[in-house]
T-cell receptor, first 114, second 112 residues
Framework: DAGVTQSPTHLIKTRGQQVTLRCSPK?????VSWYQQALGQGPQFIFQ???????QRGNFPDRFSGHQFPNYSSELNVNALLLGDSALYLC?????????????FGPGTRLLVL | QKEVEQDPGPLSVPEGAIVSLNCTYS??????FMWYRQYSRKGPELLMY????GNKEDGRFTAQVDKSSKYISLFIRDSQPSDSATYLC????????????FGQGTRLTINP
């Protein structure tokens, strides 16, 4: 069973450009969250998708948008890139067990904005 | 003040030592607590998951939660060079696909 996958692994963009990152959750997981991790920091929650709807959103501007497809995969779009958007972007898929809910992370997409 | 505080280190210990990693938090609504391990340039990997106060052991790892003090710990026994990584604490309130709130992460190096 493949875990959470993300593409691309690395990306270099210039200021003002737009970027799309992709995520496929673990098989059977229908909820996806996106996080931004700046260098030397913990991940910060961007937003979460369930049943193709944005269910929660963190403190990120509208330049950050997303989408979830019927197969539960998801995209993160960032418009008008700023230097400060350089970070590791992580996708997590949610699993519920008898112990509760856990989130499993993909390897991330490292974005560099020049 | 951050919701979750974690000493970023770096922390360097000899192989075989017992390692203690800690986080404090301010939000009393947090009920579920996790520890993730993150190797350089990789995504976080779930290590331990605990609910409410108490201890949980898994092999060389023990997670401890003290909700009265708003303090959580991760202990690593018989530490190995392969344990060298950044350790992130994370927590969440009521279950229901809520967002995780992370600490800054502690960078740990185990020296052979």
């Amino acid at each position: 069973d493949a875990g959470v996958t993300q593409s691309p692994t690395h990306l270099i963009k210039t200021r003002g450009q737009q970027v799309t990152l992709r995520c496929s959750p673990k098989s059977g997981h229908d909820t996806v969250s996106w996080y931004q991790q700046a260098l030397g920091q913990g991940p910060q929650f961007i937003f979460q998708y369930y049943e193709e709807e944005e269910r929660q959103r963190g403190n990120f501007p509208d330049r950050f948008s997303g989408h979830q497809f019927p197969n539960y995969s998801s995209e993160l779009n960032v418009n008008a890139l700023l230097l400060g958007d350089s970070a590791l972007y992580l996708c997590a898929s949610h699993e519920w067990t008898h112990e509760g809910e856990t989130q499993y992370f993909g390897p991330g997409t490292r974005l560099l904005v020049l | 003040q951050k919701e979750v505080e974690q000493d970023p280190g770096p922390l360097s210990v000899p192989e075989g030592a017992i390692v203690s990693l800690n986080c404090t938090y301010s939000n009393s609504a947090f009920q579920y607590f996790m520890w993730y391990r993150q190797y350089s340039r990789k995504g976080p990997e779930l290590l331990m998951y605990t609910y409410s106060s108490g201890n949980k052991e898994d092999g060389r790892f023990t997670a401890q939660v003290d909700k009265s003090s708003k303090y959580i710990s991760l202990f690593i026994r018989d530490s190995q060079p392969s344990d060298s990584a950044t350790y992130l604490c994370a927590m969440v309130g009521i279950q229901g696909a809520q967002k995780l709130v992370f600490g800054q992460g502690t960078r740990l190096t185990i020296n052979p």
